[in-house]
């Protein structure tokens, strides 16, 4: 096969496997080698069954990378920040989906991942991989990052109130997220063994999310200010979701309005976006997003209503945190580096029921 030679570097967890899952059947992709240390001389299959049959690829030494067009980085945040120059010589064109160039600012790195950046030179030549907001700036990049998975259902489903210069930032943003397990990654751990996990609703950070400093960030720039000033509350939830994030998120606006000016303003923003979808319907189990039929898709659903007599707008967004909000995104962040329709690999629909 003939394509543009793309490599996995940290194949074996989740977010990789997706994103050889998508890969493999990339019209444009020549899926050149699967990197995983602690999987090396493996086949790929070893750690994503779903896989048998689709690929005879075995998990390559990260020692035995070879060049290629474009690198995807799947590390542990703080890895890619120290070994980036590596890779860069390795591939001219790097995404990395951790955290670690997801910040333009290394002192709103440093105050909420806790230590100064490894690479700081780099956070402003790194574009923010969310092509909804950055499309214009993706075919000249040679270094995007990924985006968080709740920040992305946040900041996608919030974005066009602060274009629209209608939030009231004298008032703090809340935001509640639900999260399922696989946004804690591939390793087993006490939050993730069954027992624990099975029927758990689970406030597992309430405070100080780190998600927080991406709405912070790319609000502040739809907004034009920046970096938001508008203090953000923002609180996590684990549920009995395997995938699927769902955002509810409490706006107060700075003057009166009604649900036609609010469907005006979100159609404007998405109606000619592949992967953007309006929910709110006006009866029936699924009449708001429900990440559970987003399983599998590239989708995020947004939906809202608005209490008059609060001045309050809910806005819900729910996508699949392993595909919007990690590897589907970059694979779509990958399209639009390269020119290429922005749905390439990205065209299944999700499941129902599941």
């Known amino acids: 096969m003939s394509g543009l030679r793309v490599s996995i570097v940290g194949g074996s967890g989740y977010a990789g496997g997706e994103l050889t899952r998508l890969l493999l059947f990339h019209p444009q992709v020549?899926?050149?080698?699967?990197?995983?240390?602690?999987?090396?001389?493996?086949?790929?299959?070893?750690?994503?069954?779903?896989?048998?049959?689709?690929?005879?690829?075995?998990?390559?030494?990260?020692?035995?990378?070879?060049?290629?067009?474009?690198?995807?980085?799947?590390?542990?945040?703080?890895?890619?920040?120290?070994?980036?120059?590596?890779?860069?010589?390795?591939?001219?064109?790097?995404?990395?989906?951790?955290?670690?160039?997801?910040?333009?600012?290394?002192?709103?790195?440093?105050?909420?991942?806790?230590?100064?950046?490894?690479?700081?030179?780099?956070?402003?030549?790194?574009?923010?991989?969310?092509?909804?907001?950055?499309?214009?700036?993706?075919?000249?990049?040679?270094?995007?990052?990924?985006?968080?998975?709740?920040?992305?259902?946040?900041?996608?489903?919030?974005?066009?109130?602060?274009?629209?210069?209608?939030?009231?930032?004298?008032?703090?943003?809340?935001?509640?997220?639900?999260?399922?397990?696989?946004?804690?990654?591939?390793?087993?751990?006490?939050?993730?063994?069954?027992?624990?996990?099975?029927?758990?609703?689970?406030?597992?950070?309430?405070?100080?999310?780190?998600?927080s400093a991406e709405l912070i960030q790319e609000l502040g720039r739809v907004s034009g200010a920046g970096e938001l000033r508008q203090r953000v509350a923002f609180s996590a939830t684990a549920v009995e979701l395997v995938r699927g994030v769902l955002i509810t998120a409490h706006v107060f606006v700075n003057e009166a309005i009604d649900e036609r000016r609010l469907w005006r303003i979100y159609r404007e923003s998405y109606q000619r976006e592949p992967f953007m979808r309006l929910v709110k319907e006006r009866g029936g189990v699924y009449r708001y997003p429900e990440p559970k039929i987003l399983a599998g898709s590239n989708y995020c659903d947004i939906g809202f209503e608005y209490d008059p007599e609060q001045g309050r707008v809910v806005v819900m967004a729910a996508l699949d945190n392993l595909m919007k909000g990690a590897a589907g995104n970059a694979v779509q962040a990958l399209n639009c580096m390269y020119g290429w329709d922005e749905s390439l690999g990205l065209t299944f629909p999700g499941l129902h029921p599941v």
């Open 30 to 211: 020549e899926l050149a080698q699967v990197v995983s240390a602690s999987h090396a001389g493996q086949y790929v299959q070893s750690a994503h069954p779903n896989l048998r049959r689709v690929t005879t690829l075995r998990f390559s030494h990260p020692d035995d990378l070879t060049s290629c067009n474009v690198l995807l980085l799947c590390l542990p945040h703080g890895v890619s920040a120290g070994e980036i120059e590596r890779y860069r010589g390795i591939a001219p064109r790097v995404i990395d989906l951790s955290a670690d160039f997801r910040l333009r600012s290394p002192g709103l790195y440093e105050r909420w991942y806790g230590a100064a950046h490894g690479a700081p030179h780099l956070l402003g030549e790194a574009v923010y991989g969310l092509p909804e907001l950055r499309r214009e700036e993706l075919p000249g990049a040679s270094l995007v990052s990924g985006t968080g998975c709740m920040a992305t259902a946040a900041i996608l489903g919030l974005a066009p109130l602060y274009r629209a210069g209608l939030v009231n930032e004298a008032i703090p943003l809340v935001v509640e997220a639900k999260v399922g397990s696989s946004a804690a990654g591939a390793a087993p751990g006490m939050s993730s063994h069954h027992p624990d996990r099975s029927g758990a609703v689970r406030s597992f950070q309430p405070t100080g999310h780190r998600h």
